[in-house]
Protein backbone atom coordinates (compact mmCIF):
# COMPACT_ATOMS: atom_id res chain seq x y z
CA UNK A 1 0.00 0.00 0.00
CA UNK A 2 1.15 3.28 -1.01
CA UNK A 3 1.44 6.78 1.07
CA UNK A 4 0.00 9.89 0.47
CA UNK A 5 2.29 12.66 0.49
CA UNK A 6 0.91 16.08 1.33
CA UNK A 7 2.79 19.73 0.09
CA UNK A 8 2.23 22.69 1.20
CA UNK A 9 2.41 26.10 -0.35
CA UNK A 10 5.45 27.07 1.38
CA UNK A 11 6.87 23.69 1.47
CA UNK A 12 8.08 23.54 -2.17
CA UNK A 13 11.39 22.02 -1.18
CA UNK A 14 12.62 18.67 -3.54
CA UNK A 15 14.32 17.79 0.07
CA UNK A 16 11.23 18.17 1.75
CA UNK A 17 11.12 15.70 4.92
CA UNK A 18 7.83 14.97 3.43
CA UNK A 19 9.27 13.16 0.44
CA UNK A 20 11.64 10.97 2.13
CA UNK A 21 11.53 7.43 1.21
CA UNK A 22 8.98 8.44 -1.52
CA UNK A 23 8.06 5.15 -3.66
CA UNK A 24 7.44 6.35 -7.11
CA UNK A 25 5.75 3.23 -7.80
CA UNK A 26 3.29 3.28 -5.07
CA UNK A 27 3.28 6.95 -3.64
CA UNK A 28 0.92 9.99 -5.01
CA UNK A 29 2.07 13.44 -3.87
CA UNK A 30 -0.73 15.86 -3.21
CA UNK A 31 -0.71 19.51 -3.48
CA UNK A 32 -3.97 21.72 -2.91
CA UNK A 33 -5.26 25.21 -3.76
CA UNK A 34 -7.78 25.98 -0.94
CA UNK A 35 -9.66 29.38 -0.19
CA UNK A 36 -9.04 28.80 3.16
CA UNK A 37 -5.89 29.75 2.84
CA UNK A 38 -6.35 32.39 0.69
CA UNK A 39 -8.10 34.19 3.02
CA UNK A 40 -7.52 33.58 6.85
CA UNK A 41 -6.05 36.52 6.18
CA UNK A 42 -6.81 39.00 3.25
CA UNK A 43 -2.93 38.53 1.54
CA UNK A 44 -1.88 40.74 -0.79
CA UNK A 45 -2.76 39.56 -4.23
CA UNK A 46 0.44 39.02 -5.17
CA UNK A 47 1.59 36.51 -2.18
CA UNK A 48 -1.33 34.23 -3.60
CA UNK A 49 -0.31 34.23 -7.18
CA UNK A 50 3.36 33.42 -5.93
CA UNK A 51 2.30 30.63 -3.69
CA UNK A 52 -0.33 29.17 -6.24
CA UNK A 53 1.81 29.84 -9.07
CA UNK A 54 4.98 28.50 -7.53
CA UNK A 55 2.83 25.50 -6.08
CA UNK A 56 2.03 24.74 -10.06
CA UNK A 57 5.35 25.00 -11.44
CA UNK A 58 6.45 22.52 -8.31
CA UNK A 59 3.76 19.96 -9.04
CA UNK A 60 4.92 20.02 -12.84
CA UNK A 61 8.57 19.35 -11.77
CA UNK A 62 7.84 16.43 -9.63
CA UNK A 63 5.66 15.17 -12.79
CA UNK A 64 8.32 15.86 -14.86
CA UNK A 65 10.56 13.18 -12.35
CA UNK A 66 7.92 10.51 -13.02
CA UNK A 67 6.31 11.18 -9.07
CA UNK A 68 2.32 10.64 -9.00
CA UNK A 69 1.48 14.44 -8.14
CA UNK A 70 -2.41 15.29 -7.76
CA UNK A 71 -2.82 18.51 -8.02
CA UNK A 72 -6.06 20.04 -7.01
CA UNK A 73 -7.19 23.31 -8.01
CA UNK A 74 -8.47 26.56 -6.38
CA UNK A 75 -11.54 26.52 -8.52
CA UNK A 76 -12.39 22.57 -9.09
CA UNK A 77 -16.09 22.49 -8.26
CA UNK A 78 -15.39 19.02 -5.46
CA UNK A 79 -12.71 21.43 -4.03
CA UNK A 80 -13.24 21.68 -0.49
CA UNK A 81 -11.43 24.99 0.82
CA UNK A 82 -9.51 23.10 3.59
CA UNK A 83 -6.35 21.79 3.22
CA UNK A 84 -7.94 19.05 6.05
CA UNK A 85 -10.65 18.58 3.57
CA UNK A 86 -8.35 17.78 0.53
CA UNK A 87 -6.38 15.55 2.91
CA UNK A 88 -9.21 13.50 3.35
CA UNK A 89 -10.68 13.98 0.12
CA UNK A 90 -7.01 12.86 -2.08
CA UNK A 91 -7.15 9.52 0.58
CA UNK A 92 -10.29 8.37 -0.72
CA UNK A 93 -9.72 8.96 -3.87
CA UNK A 94 -6.69 6.90 -3.91
CA UNK A 95 -7.65 4.51 -2.02
CA UNK A 96 -4.90 4.93 0.40
CA UNK A 97 -4.89 4.72 4.08
CA UNK A 98 -1.86 6.15 5.38
CA UNK A 99 -0.50 10.13 5.12
CA UNK A 100 2.77 12.49 5.51
CA UNK A 101 3.38 15.68 6.16
CA UNK A 102 5.95 17.97 6.65
CA UNK A 103 4.95 19.83 9.63
CA UNK A 104 3.36 23.09 8.56
CA UNK A 105 5.51 26.06 9.65
CA UNK A 106 2.31 27.95 11.49
CA UNK A 107 0.66 26.99 14.77
CA UNK A 108 -3.20 27.25 13.49
CA UNK A 109 -2.78 25.00 10.78
CA UNK A 110 -0.51 22.38 12.91
CA UNK A 111 -3.38 22.47 15.46
CA UNK A 112 -6.36 21.99 12.09
CA UNK A 113 -4.08 18.88 11.46
CA UNK A 114 -3.45 17.26 14.73
CA UNK A 115 -7.62 17.84 15.89
CA UNK A 116 -8.31 16.45 12.41
CA UNK A 117 -5.98 13.12 13.11
CA UNK A 118 -7.54 13.06 16.58
CA UNK A 119 -11.58 13.27 14.93
CA UNK A 120 -10.64 10.88 12.20
CA UNK A 121 -8.28 8.16 13.78
CA UNK A 122 -5.88 8.62 10.36
CA UNK A 123 -2.72 7.06 10.42
CA UNK A 124 -0.88 9.89 9.54
CA UNK A 125 2.38 10.95 9.84
CA UNK A 126 3.66 14.49 10.98
CA UNK A 127 7.37 15.14 10.55
CA UNK A 128 9.83 17.59 11.39
CA UNK A 129 10.92 20.51 8.63
CA UNK A 130 14.42 20.04 8.76
CA UNK A 131 14.79 22.54 6.33
CA UNK A 132 15.82 24.75 8.82
CA UNK A 133 19.79 25.30 10.66
CA UNK A 134 18.41 24.41 13.71
CA UNK A 135 15.73 22.09 14.82
CA UNK A 136 12.81 22.71 17.58
CA UNK A 137 14.74 20.59 20.32
CA UNK A 138 17.99 22.37 19.32
CA UNK A 139 16.43 25.63 20.32
CA UNK A 140 15.02 24.52 23.24
CA UNK A 141 18.80 23.07 24.00
CA UNK A 142 20.21 26.81 23.98
CA UNK A 143 17.04 28.71 25.76
CA UNK A 144 16.23 26.30 28.72
CA UNK A 145 17.32 27.87 31.83
CA UNK A 146 18.55 31.14 30.20
CA UNK A 147 17.45 34.30 31.89
CA UNK A 148 17.36 36.16 28.22
CA UNK A 149 16.99 34.94 24.97
CA UNK A 150 19.34 37.43 22.75
CA UNK A 151 19.76 36.54 19.00
CA UNK A 152 23.14 37.27 19.35
CA UNK A 153 24.09 34.36 21.67
CA UNK A 154 21.67 31.90 19.65
CA UNK A 155 23.90 33.26 16.28
CA UNK A 156 27.35 32.97 17.67
CA UNK A 157 25.92 29.15 18.95
CA UNK A 158 25.16 28.93 15.33
CA UNK A 159 27.94 30.18 13.37
CA UNK A 160 30.21 28.44 15.69
CA UNK A 161 28.14 25.01 14.68
CA UNK A 162 28.27 25.94 10.89
CA UNK A 163 31.88 26.98 10.74
CA UNK A 164 30.04 29.69 9.03
CA UNK A 165 32.70 33.07 8.32
CA UNK A 166 34.62 31.14 10.93
CA UNK A 167 38.70 30.81 10.72
CA UNK A 168 40.21 29.02 13.27
CA UNK A 169 37.63 28.52 15.79
CA UNK A 170 36.92 32.69 15.66
CA UNK A 171 34.83 34.83 14.35
CA UNK A 172 36.16 36.23 10.76
CA UNK A 173 37.10 39.65 10.82
CA UNK A 174 38.00 39.41 14.62
CA UNK A 175 34.58 40.47 15.46
CA UNK A 176 31.52 38.28 15.60
CA UNK A 177 29.07 41.52 14.72
CA UNK A 178 29.97 44.52 12.22
CA UNK A 179 26.43 46.03 13.35
CA UNK A 180 28.27 49.16 13.89
CA UNK A 181 30.22 49.67 10.52
CA UNK A 182 26.44 49.34 8.92
CA UNK A 183 24.18 52.21 9.98
CA UNK A 184 25.38 54.99 7.04
CA UNK A 185 22.45 57.14 5.68
CA UNK A 186 22.65 56.54 1.27
CA UNK A 187 24.22 59.61 -0.18
CA UNK A 188 21.82 61.08 -2.89
CA UNK A 189 25.24 60.28 -5.22
CA UNK A 190 24.62 56.67 -4.68
CA UNK A 191 22.97 54.37 -7.53
CA UNK A 192 21.05 51.47 -6.96
CA UNK A 193 21.09 48.53 -8.48
CA UNK A 194 18.67 47.12 -11.27
CA UNK A 195 16.96 44.34 -9.74
CA UNK A 196 16.03 41.14 -11.49
CA UNK A 197 12.52 40.40 -12.09
CA UNK A 198 11.07 37.03 -13.69
CA UNK A 199 8.44 38.16 -16.27
CA UNK A 200 5.07 35.86 -15.35
CA UNK A 201 5.05 33.01 -17.97
CA UNK A 202 1.69 31.42 -19.17
CA UNK A 203 1.28 29.56 -16.01
CA UNK A 204 1.92 32.60 -13.89
CA UNK A 205 -0.23 34.77 -16.00
CA UNK A 206 -3.19 32.19 -15.15
CA UNK A 207 -2.76 32.11 -11.72
CA UNK A 208 -3.15 35.53 -11.70
CA UNK A 209 -6.04 36.13 -13.96
CA UNK A 210 -7.35 33.09 -11.14
CA UNK A 211 -6.06 35.72 -8.36
CA UNK A 212 -8.41 38.71 -9.76
CA UNK A 213 -11.46 36.89 -10.13
CA UNK A 214 -11.37 35.29 -6.75
CA UNK A 215 -9.63 37.51 -4.67
CA UNK A 216 -10.54 40.62 -6.57
CA UNK A 217 -11.02 42.51 -3.39
CA UNK A 218 -7.84 41.49 -1.39
CA UNK A 219 -5.29 44.34 -0.64
CA UNK A 220 -2.26 45.24 -3.49
CA UNK A 221 -1.64 44.98 -7.29
CA UNK A 222 -0.37 42.15 -9.37
CA UNK A 223 0.71 44.43 -11.84
CA UNK A 224 4.54 44.45 -11.05
CA UNK A 225 4.50 40.96 -10.59
CA UNK A 226 7.78 39.53 -10.79
CA UNK A 227 9.13 36.94 -8.21
CA UNK A 228 10.70 34.09 -9.00
CA UNK A 229 8.06 30.85 -8.93
CA UNK A 230 10.64 28.41 -9.30
CA UNK A 231 13.71 26.96 -7.96
CA UNK A 232 15.99 27.57 -11.14
CA UNK A 233 14.42 31.36 -10.90
CA UNK A 234 15.51 31.82 -7.57
CA UNK A 235 19.33 30.44 -7.75
CA UNK A 236 19.12 33.12 -10.61
CA UNK A 237 18.15 35.89 -8.11
CA UNK A 238 20.58 34.43 -5.46
CA UNK A 239 23.61 34.81 -7.33
CA UNK A 240 22.34 38.39 -9.24
CA UNK A 241 21.99 39.59 -5.60
CA UNK A 242 25.45 37.84 -4.56
CA UNK A 243 27.74 39.20 -6.98
CA UNK A 244 25.86 42.99 -7.76
CA UNK A 245 24.06 43.62 -4.30
CA UNK A 246 25.83 42.21 -1.49
CA UNK A 247 29.01 44.40 -1.40
CA UNK A 248 26.76 47.23 -0.11
CA UNK A 249 24.57 45.38 1.73
CA UNK A 250 26.35 45.66 4.79
CA UNK A 251 26.99 49.60 4.65
CA UNK A 252 23.39 50.96 3.79
CA UNK A 253 21.53 47.83 5.76
CA UNK A 254 19.62 50.43 8.26
CA UNK A 255 19.38 52.84 5.59
CA UNK A 256 15.79 54.21 3.90
CA UNK A 257 15.33 55.84 0.42
CA UNK A 258 12.09 57.53 -1.13
CA UNK A 259 12.91 56.47 -4.04
CA UNK A 260 14.50 53.09 -3.92
CA UNK A 261 12.08 50.26 -1.96
CA UNK A 262 14.74 47.61 -2.73
CA UNK A 263 17.79 49.39 -1.54
CA UNK A 264 21.17 46.97 -1.11
CA UNK A 265 18.05 44.08 0.06
CA UNK A 266 18.02 40.88 -1.05
CA UNK A 267 14.55 39.71 -1.86
CA UNK A 268 14.92 36.82 -1.29
CA UNK A 269 12.55 35.68 1.89
CA UNK A 270 9.89 35.31 -0.73
CA UNK A 271 12.31 32.29 -1.89
CA UNK A 272 13.36 31.05 1.23
CA UNK A 273 9.87 30.96 2.90
CA UNK A 274 8.40 29.02 0.07
CA UNK A 275 11.42 26.91 0.12
CA UNK A 276 12.63 27.41 -3.49
CA UNK A 277 15.84 28.22 -1.64
CA UNK A 278 17.08 26.94 1.65
CA UNK A 279 18.95 28.89 4.27
CA UNK A 280 22.27 26.45 4.46
CA UNK A 281 23.11 27.12 0.37
CA UNK A 282 22.24 31.16 0.65
CA UNK A 283 24.13 31.63 3.75
CA UNK A 284 27.12 29.51 1.91
CA UNK A 285 27.10 31.33 -1.49
CA UNK A 286 27.39 34.63 0.70
CA UNK A 287 30.49 33.13 2.63
CA UNK A 288 31.88 32.45 -0.60
CA UNK A 289 32.05 35.54 -1.87
CA UNK A 290 33.72 37.07 1.20
CA UNK A 291 36.40 34.10 0.90
CA UNK A 292 36.73 34.87 -2.90
CA UNK A 293 37.40 38.43 -1.98
CA UNK A 294 33.91 39.77 -3.63
CA UNK A 295 32.26 40.77 -0.56
CA UNK A 296 33.76 42.72 2.31
CA UNK A 297 33.52 40.98 5.87
CA UNK A 298 30.32 43.80 7.19
CA UNK A 299 28.30 42.99 4.43
CA UNK A 300 28.72 39.35 4.54
CA UNK A 301 28.09 39.03 8.10
CA UNK A 302 25.56 41.35 8.38
CA UNK A 303 23.84 39.17 5.61
CA UNK A 304 24.17 35.78 6.87
CA UNK A 305 23.41 37.02 11.07
CA UNK A 306 19.79 37.83 9.35
CA UNK A 307 19.29 34.76 7.97
CA UNK A 308 21.62 32.38 10.14
CA UNK A 309 20.63 34.60 13.29
CA UNK A 310 17.17 36.38 13.06
CA UNK A 311 15.23 34.09 10.82
CA UNK A 312 16.51 31.09 12.90
CA UNK A 313 15.86 32.52 16.30
CA UNK A 314 12.76 34.23 15.43
CA UNK A 315 11.07 30.57 14.50
CA UNK A 316 12.66 29.20 17.45
CA UNK A 317 10.87 31.42 20.04
CA UNK A 318 7.66 30.96 18.12
CA UNK A 319 7.77 27.67 18.00
CA UNK A 320 9.12 27.47 21.86
CA UNK A 321 6.39 30.42 23.15
CA UNK A 322 2.76 29.45 21.18
CA UNK A 323 0.44 29.57 21.72
CA UNK A 324 0.51 32.23 24.35
CA UNK A 325 2.94 34.37 22.36
CA UNK A 326 0.23 35.80 20.39
CA UNK A 327 -1.88 36.91 23.57
CA UNK A 328 0.74 38.94 24.93
CA UNK A 329 -0.17 42.92 25.17
CA UNK A 330 2.74 44.08 27.73
CA UNK A 331 1.94 47.71 26.73
CA UNK A 332 -2.06 47.10 26.56
CA UNK A 333 -2.15 48.63 23.36
CA UNK A 334 -5.74 48.84 22.63
CA UNK A 335 -6.28 51.17 19.38
CA UNK A 336 -7.64 50.60 16.55
CA UNK A 337 -5.22 50.00 13.22
CA UNK A 338 -6.26 53.34 11.00
CA UNK A 339 -7.46 53.44 7.53
CA UNK A 340 -4.36 54.92 5.97
CA UNK A 341 -2.04 51.28 6.67
CA UNK A 342 -4.31 50.20 3.78
CA UNK A 343 -4.65 52.60 1.58
CA UNK A 344 -1.66 54.97 1.92
CA UNK A 345 -3.68 58.08 2.29
CA UNK A 346 -2.23 60.20 4.99
CA UNK A 347 0.28 63.13 4.84
CA UNK A 348 3.01 61.62 7.16
CA UNK A 349 4.96 60.77 3.71
CA UNK A 350 7.28 57.97 5.17
CA UNK A 351 4.08 55.89 6.08
CA UNK A 352 2.09 57.16 2.69
CA UNK A 353 5.33 56.00 0.87
CA UNK A 354 5.87 52.93 2.75
CA UNK A 355 2.06 51.58 1.99
CA UNK A 356 2.23 52.98 -1.12
CA UNK A 357 5.21 50.83 -1.81
CA UNK A 358 3.74 47.89 -0.64
CA UNK A 359 0.93 48.15 -2.24
CA UNK A 360 2.70 48.32 -5.37
CA UNK A 361 5.44 45.31 -4.39
CA UNK A 362 4.30 42.98 -1.69
CA UNK A 363 7.23 44.05 0.08
CA UNK A 364 9.19 46.57 2.04
CA UNK A 365 12.63 45.95 3.51
CA UNK A 366 13.51 45.58 7.06
CA UNK A 367 13.98 48.51 8.27
CA UNK A 368 10.65 50.73 6.83
CA UNK A 369 8.54 47.57 8.06
CA UNK A 370 10.40 48.44 11.89
CA UNK A 371 11.06 51.76 11.63
CA UNK A 372 8.54 53.52 9.64
CA UNK A 373 4.65 51.37 10.26
CA UNK A 374 6.03 49.52 13.07
CA UNK A 375 7.44 52.55 15.11
CA UNK A 376 4.43 54.14 14.06
CA UNK A 377 1.73 51.05 15.45
CA UNK A 378 3.98 51.04 18.58
CA UNK A 379 4.03 54.71 19.47
CA UNK A 380 0.03 55.28 18.40
CA UNK A 381 -0.25 51.64 20.73
CA UNK A 382 -2.02 49.65 18.01
CA UNK A 383 -3.81 46.71 19.31
CA UNK A 384 -1.35 43.69 18.62
CA UNK A 385 -4.03 41.65 16.46
CA UNK A 386 -5.16 44.68 14.69
CA UNK A 387 -1.09 45.49 13.66
CA UNK A 388 -0.36 41.76 13.19
CA UNK A 389 -2.84 40.93 10.79
CA UNK A 390 -1.91 43.80 8.95
CA UNK A 391 1.52 42.58 8.34
CA UNK A 392 0.66 38.78 7.86
CA UNK A 393 -1.62 40.09 4.94
CA UNK A 394 0.25 42.88 3.45
CA UNK A 395 3.83 41.18 2.59
CA UNK A 396 4.75 38.53 -0.17
CA UNK A 397 6.92 36.83 2.69
CA UNK A 398 4.32 36.57 5.41
CA UNK A 399 3.88 33.48 7.33
CA UNK A 400 3.22 33.92 10.98
CA UNK A 401 6.42 32.28 12.33
CA UNK A 402 8.11 34.71 10.76
CA UNK A 403 5.71 37.50 10.96
CA UNK A 404 4.56 37.53 14.66
CA UNK A 405 7.90 37.36 16.53
CA UNK A 406 9.09 40.21 14.17
CA UNK A 407 5.88 42.69 14.74
CA UNK A 408 4.68 41.24 18.40
CA UNK A 409 8.34 40.92 20.02
CA UNK A 410 10.64 43.16 17.61
CA UNK A 411 8.19 46.19 16.63
CA UNK A 412 5.49 46.74 19.34
CA UNK A 413 7.15 45.21 22.12
CA UNK A 414 4.27 43.13 22.97
CA UNK A 415 5.88 40.37 24.50
CA UNK A 416 7.73 43.11 27.25
CA UNK A 417 11.04 42.50 25.88
CA UNK A 418 11.71 39.14 25.47
CA UNK A 419 12.50 39.30 21.78
CA UNK A 420 14.00 43.24 21.73
CA UNK A 421 16.34 44.35 24.73
CA UNK A 422 13.87 47.82 24.07
CA UNK A 423 11.18 49.01 22.08
CA UNK A 424 12.59 50.67 18.71
CA UNK A 425 10.86 53.74 19.53
CA UNK A 426 12.17 56.71 17.95
CA UNK A 427 10.76 59.95 16.89
CA UNK A 428 11.14 61.78 13.33
CA UNK A 429 14.88 62.78 14.06
CA UNK A 430 15.77 59.28 13.64
CA UNK A 431 13.69 58.94 10.35
CA UNK A 432 15.15 62.31 9.17
CA UNK A 433 18.26 60.98 10.06
CA UNK A 434 18.40 57.92 7.89
CA UNK A 435 16.05 58.67 5.10
CA UNK A 436 15.13 61.53 3.04
CA UNK A 437 11.39 60.94 3.62
CA UNK A 438 10.45 64.03 4.90
CA UNK A 439 12.35 66.38 2.86
CA UNK A 440 8.77 66.14 0.84
CA UNK A 441 6.85 65.87 4.22
CA UNK A 442 4.45 68.66 5.07
CA UNK A 443 5.62 67.87 8.38
CA UNK A 444 8.66 68.79 9.59
CA UNK A 445 10.73 67.02 11.82
CA UNK A 446 12.87 69.13 13.52
CA UNK A 447 9.70 71.50 14.63
CA UNK A 448 10.47 74.79 13.14
CA UNK A 449 8.45 77.59 13.78
CA UNK A 450 5.61 78.07 10.96
CA UNK A 451 5.69 74.38 10.21
CA UNK A 452 3.61 71.75 11.40
CA UNK A 453 5.55 69.44 13.89
CA UNK A 454 6.43 65.67 12.63
CA UNK A 455 3.46 63.49 14.30
CA UNK A 456 6.03 61.08 15.36
CA UNK A 457 7.63 63.32 17.92
CA UNK A 458 5.06 63.82 20.64
CA UNK A 459 4.26 60.55 20.03
CA UNK A 460 7.16 59.53 21.26
CA UNK A 461 7.71 61.49 23.76
CA UNK A 462 4.26 60.42 24.88
CA UNK A 463 4.63 56.71 24.73
CA UNK A 464 7.35 57.32 27.08
CA UNK A 465 5.46 58.90 29.34
CA UNK A 466 2.59 56.61 29.41
CA UNK A 467 4.44 53.72 29.65
CA UNK A 468 7.06 55.16 32.44
CA UNK A 469 6.49 52.22 34.71
CA UNK A 470 6.52 49.56 32.96
CA UNK A 471 9.87 51.07 30.77
CA UNK A 472 11.82 53.08 32.50
CA UNK A 473 13.50 50.18 34.67
CA UNK A 474 15.20 49.36 31.27
CA UNK A 475 18.80 50.15 31.03
CA UNK A 476 18.90 50.99 27.50
CA UNK A 477 16.25 53.87 27.84
CA UNK A 478 17.91 55.18 30.90
CA UNK A 479 19.06 58.56 28.32
CA UNK A 480 15.46 59.84 27.00
CA UNK A 481 13.79 59.08 31.19
CA UNK A 482 17.13 61.60 31.91
CA UNK A 483 15.79 63.74 29.77
CA UNK A 484 12.15 63.27 30.50
CA UNK A 485 13.31 63.83 34.16
CA UNK A 486 14.26 67.35 33.68
CA UNK A 487 10.88 68.15 31.92
CA UNK A 488 8.72 70.71 34.07
CA UNK A 489 5.08 69.03 34.70
CA UNK A 490 3.41 71.59 32.11
CA UNK A 491 6.41 70.35 29.13
CA UNK A 492 5.14 66.80 29.97
CA UNK A 493 1.13 67.78 30.32
CA UNK A 494 1.77 70.12 26.96
CA UNK A 495 3.15 66.74 25.31
CA UNK A 496 0.54 64.37 26.29
CA UNK A 497 -1.88 67.11 24.86
CA UNK A 498 -0.03 67.72 21.57
CA UNK A 499 -0.54 63.53 21.66
CA UNK A 500 -3.85 63.15 22.27
CA UNK A 501 -4.74 65.62 19.43
CA UNK A 502 -2.28 63.75 17.42
CA UNK A 503 -4.31 60.68 18.18
CA UNK A 504 -7.68 62.31 17.24
CA UNK A 505 -6.72 63.43 14.10
CA UNK A 506 -5.42 59.88 13.26
CA UNK A 507 -9.14 58.36 14.42
CA UNK A 508 -10.79 60.88 12.17
CA UNK A 509 -8.67 60.05 9.33
CA UNK A 510 -6.98 63.95 9.19
CA UNK A 511 -3.31 62.64 10.19
P1 LIG B 1 17.29 41.16 3.62
O1 LIG B 1 17.35 42.44 4.34
O2 LIG B 1 18.06 41.06 2.37
O3 LIG B 1 17.73 40.03 4.62
C1 LIG B 1 18.10 38.72 4.17
C2 LIG B 1 17.22 37.65 4.75
O4 LIG B 1 17.41 37.58 6.15
C3 LIG B 1 15.74 37.85 4.56
O5 LIG B 1 15.32 37.40 3.31
C4 LIG B 1 15.17 37.02 5.69
O6 LIG B 1 15.04 35.68 5.32
C5 LIG B 1 16.22 37.13 6.78
N1 LIG B 1 15.83 38.12 7.77
C6 LIG B 1 16.23 39.40 7.86
N2 LIG B 1 15.71 39.99 8.97
C7 LIG B 1 14.93 39.05 9.54
C8 LIG B 1 14.13 39.05 10.70
N3 LIG B 1 14.02 40.10 11.49
N4 LIG B 1 13.45 37.93 10.98
C9 LIG B 1 13.55 36.84 10.21
N5 LIG B 1 14.31 36.78 9.11
C10 LIG B 1 15.00 37.87 8.79
N6 LIG B 1 10.37 38.50 7.37
C11 LIG B 1 9.74 37.52 6.72
O7 LIG B 1 10.40 36.69 6.07
N7 LIG B 1 8.39 37.38 6.79
C12 LIG B 1 7.62 38.24 7.49
O8 LIG B 1 6.41 38.08 7.56
C13 LIG B 1 8.26 39.32 8.17
N8 LIG B 1 7.54 40.22 8.88
C14 LIG B 1 8.18 41.26 9.51
C15 LIG B 1 7.42 42.16 10.24
C16 LIG B 1 8.04 43.20 10.90
C17 LIG B 1 7.22 44.16 11.73
C18 LIG B 1 9.43 43.36 10.82
C19 LIG B 1 10.11 44.46 11.53
C20 LIG B 1 10.20 42.46 10.10
C21 LIG B 1 9.59 41.39 9.44
N9 LIG B 1 10.33 40.45 8.71
C22 LIG B 1 9.68 39.42 8.07
C23 LIG B 1 11.80 40.48 8.70
C24 LIG B 1 12.44 41.27 7.53
O9 LIG B 1 11.90 42.56 7.48
C25 LIG B 1 12.24 40.58 6.20
O10 LIG B 1 12.74 39.25 6.29
C26 LIG B 1 13.01 41.27 5.08
O11 LIG B 1 12.58 42.60 4.98
C27 LIG B 1 12.82 40.53 3.78
O12 LIG B 1 13.43 41.22 2.73
P2 LIG B 1 14.82 40.75 2.11
O13 LIG B 1 14.69 39.35 1.66
O14 LIG B 1 15.17 41.77 1.09
O15 LIG B 1 15.75 40.80 3.37
C1 LIG C 1 -0.42 31.19 2.11
C2 LIG C 1 -1.03 30.08 1.32
C3 LIG C 1 -2.02 30.35 0.37
C4 LIG C 1 -2.44 31.74 0.03
N1 LIG C 1 -2.62 29.36 -0.30
C5 LIG C 1 -2.26 28.08 -0.07
C6 LIG C 1 -2.91 27.00 -0.75
O1 LIG C 1 -3.83 27.19 -1.52
N2 LIG C 1 -2.47 25.75 -0.47
C7 LIG C 1 -1.48 25.49 0.40
O2 LIG C 1 -1.10 24.32 0.59
N3 LIG C 1 -0.86 26.49 1.06
C8 LIG C 1 -1.24 27.76 0.85
N4 LIG C 1 -0.65 28.78 1.53
C9 LIG C 1 0.42 28.45 2.49
C10 LIG C 1 -0.14 27.93 3.80
O3 LIG C 1 -1.01 28.90 4.35
C11 LIG C 1 1.09 27.67 4.67
O4 LIG C 1 1.49 26.38 4.48
C12 LIG C 1 0.87 28.01 6.08
O5 LIG C 1 0.82 29.39 6.17
C13 LIG C 1 1.91 27.40 7.02
O6 LIG C 1 3.11 28.10 7.00
FE1 LIG D 1 7.54 60.91 8.55
FE2 LIG D 1 7.65 62.92 10.28
FE3 LIG D 1 9.48 62.74 8.37
FE4 LIG D 1 6.95 63.37 7.74
S1 LIG D 1 8.39 64.56 8.98
S2 LIG D 1 8.27 61.92 6.68
S3 LIG D 1 5.83 62.15 9.24
S4 LIG D 1 9.15 61.30 10.04
Known amino acids: MGTLRLILGDQLTRGISALDGLDKDRDVVLLAEVREEGTYVRHHKQKIALILSAMRHFAEELRHEGIKTDYIRLD ?182 ADAPFLFHSLISTSLNIGLLTPREVCLSAETAWREGDVPINAAEGFIRQVLGWREYVRGIYWLKMPGYADTNFLDARERLPDFYWTGETKMRCISDVVRQTQSHAYSHHIQRLMVTGNFALLSGIAPKEIEEWYLAVYADAFDWVELPNTHGMAIFADGGLLASKPYAASGAYINRMSDFCGGCVYDPKARPGRTPCPFNALYWAFLIRNQSRLSGNARLAMPYRTLAGWSRQRREGIMEDAATIMARMRQGEL
Open 76 to 257: DPENTGLLTGELARALQRHRLSHAVMTEPGEWRLREAFLSWQRDTGAYFDMREDTRFIASHSRFERWANGRKGLRMEFFYRELRRETGLLMEDGEPAGGQWNFDADNRKPVPKSVITPERLRFEPDALTRDVMMLVEREFPSHFGSLETFGWPVTRAEARRALSHFIKEVLPSFGDYQDAMR
